[in-house]
Structures are given as structure tokens and as C-alpha cells.
């Protein structure tokens, strides 16, 4: 079920019908006459009832903040559950497909014609990524099944430094990758995950779509931005493409521009470009 995107309701108001019948019993103690009982009785009984409304007014008003402000509690822990359970679901794709991607697009590499590997390495590297994959799987299950166990072994953030690991795994599934690295040695943690979501994303689709091409990874900064292209030369001639799900692209897309970056993706001459534009400032 959705959860709905306007903030609750606060109710109808207090004040303002209690404001009124401060205003008309004053009009009443104006309009009556200097003598008499009457003169002395009704301003104490307005007096009264004046006292009264405030009083009800007060405890309405407190009544009805109470209740809103459980309101707005119950509707900012929906918006935070969903937001989490978007954030698994991201993880799980990430992982399963990336996965099974690299599954499938290597036993393919290894059955391209003029492949140089035979097929005990392909079944090598099959055996290898499902393993991790598998241990992926199981370490975020470990955590959905009881968020309290701190000895659930959680994946660490990934950094630059897996940009090589991330390369080997694209190219044991067909690409030849070429990196170049630009003055991006002193950025946050959070910039360094982004990146490496990027090229794994990027690369998995050239494999997928491309085969055994060729791709290249150029990072580097951009004033306060980091800004990482990945383009391949496109497919191979008999390649037959494996396309995926089709939420990778958007998936990162949407990722980007969370974070205040800009995301492009299409067709550049005979291959294909993903550019990302990460926001970050100097640590130093």
C-alpha cells in the first residue's frame, strides 16, 4: 500500500469560532443600559462565559495538537519505512542482478566465437561469482531477519579502491576496460560509493549488450563535481545482446539525482555513454 505524500490533516481550527463569541458577548456587554440588575448580572455571566470558552479553547486546542502531532509521527514512520524498504529492494536488484548478469554474459563470452578461454574457466568463474553472490544474498537476508544482531556481517562501503575488482569482474565477462583516474584522491565516502555503483552499472550493461568490446572509465573532477563516464565502442560483430530487467539505468538515475547530481545515458557514435556528475567539495 502507498503511502500517501500530503502531510495530515490538522483539523478544523479552534481559535477562530472562540475569537467570535469573545467578540459577540462583548458586543452584548456594550449594548446594555447603565442601570438596573440586568447591569450588574450579565458581566458576570459574560464574564463566565467567557472564561468557559477560553478554558474550552485551551483544551481542544491542546487536545487536537496532541492527536495531530501522533498523526504526523504515525506518517513520517510510513514515509521512513517505505523509504527503507526501496533502499532493500535496490540492494537485492543490485546484487541479483548483477549476479545472474555476470552468469549469463560470461557462459555466453565463453561459447563467442574465437573465444581464447575454454570452458573450464568460464565454469571457474560462474562457480566464483555465484558463490559471492550467494554470500551477498545471505548477509542481507541475515540482516532483514533481525536488524538488532550486530554480529550480521555487513558488506563495508565500497571505494576507489574496488574500482579494480569491479574492472576484473566486467572484463572476465567480455569487455576490455581502460581507467583513467583523475585527481580523485581526496573525496567523501559517499562520492567513492556513487562512483563505483556507476562503473559496475555501466559496465554490466556493456557486457550484456556489447559482449567482448571494448570500454572506457574516465574519472575525474570537475570543480565540485566528480564526474564519471564510462563508454564502450558497441557491440561486437555476432554478439547477441542479454538485456536485463531494464531498472539498472533508472535505478542509478534516480540515485544521482537524489544526491543533487545529473545522470545521462544514450548512444554515442557506435557505442553507448553513461555520465554522472556527482556533487562533491575538496576534504582538504
Not at 448580572?41 to 474550552?56: E, G, K, R, S
Not at 558463490?131 to 556481517?153: F, G, H, I, K, W
Amino acid at each position: 500500500m502507498g503511502v500517501d505524500e500530503a502531510l495530515p490533516d490538522r483539523g478544523r481550527r479552534v481559535w477562530p469560532p472562540a475569537v467570535a463569541v469573545h467578540v459577540v458577548l462583548l458586543l452584548v456587554l456594550l449594548a446594555i443600559g447603565g442601570g438596573g440588575t440586568a447591569a450588574l448580572v450579565v458581566p458576570v455571566l459574560i464574564a463566565a462565559l467567557a472564561f468557559t470558552v477560553t478554558v474550552w479553547a485551551l483544551f481542544r486546542a491542546r487536545r487536537q495538537r496532541i492527536a495531530y502531532e501522533a498523526r504526523l509521527t504515525a506518517w513520517a514512520g510510513e514515509r521512513a519505512a517505505q523509504a527503507e524498504r526501496l533502499r532493500i529492494a535496490r540492494e537485492l536488484h543490485d546484487i541479483v542482478s548483477h549476479g545472474l548478469g555476470l552468469i549469463t554474459v560470461r557462459a555466453s563470452t565463453a561459447r563467442y566465437p574465437g573465444a581464447e578461454d575454454d570452458g573450464s574457466a568460464a565454469l571457474s568463474d560462474i562457480e566464483r561469482i555465484g558463490r559471492q553472490t550467494t554470500t551477498e544474498l545471505r548477509r542481507m537476508l541475515n540482516v532483514l531477519r533481525d536488524s538488532t544482531d550486530l554480529a550480521a556481517p555487513l558488506r563495508p562501503a565500497e571505494s576507489l579502491h574496488d574500482l579494480p575488482a569491479i574492472i576484473d569482474d566486467a572484463e572476465r565477462a567480455g569487455p576490455t576496460v581502460t581507467l583513467r583516474l583523475g585527481d580523485v584522491d581526496d573525496i567523501s565516502s559517499g562520492a567513492q560509493l556513487a562512483v563505483c555503483s556507476v562503473v559496475r552499472e555501466a559496465l554490466t550493461n556493456t557486457a550484456r549488450h556489447a559482449g567482448p568490446t571494448s570500454a572506457n572509465v574516465h574519472i575525474r573532477r570537475d570543480g565540485d563535481w566528480i564526474v564519471t563516464s564510462v563508454r564502450d565502442e558497441g557491440p561486437v560483430d555476432g554478439w547477441t545482446p542479454h538485456p536485463g530487467a531494464g531498472h539498472g539505468i533508472e535505478g542509478l538515475r534516480e540515485r544521482i539525482t537524489a544526491i543533487g547530481g545529473t545522470f545521462h545515458a544514450g548512444h554515442a557514435e557506435h557505442g553507448f555513454r553513461v555520465t554522472a556528475r556527482i556533487p562533491e567539495a575538496r576534504t582538504s
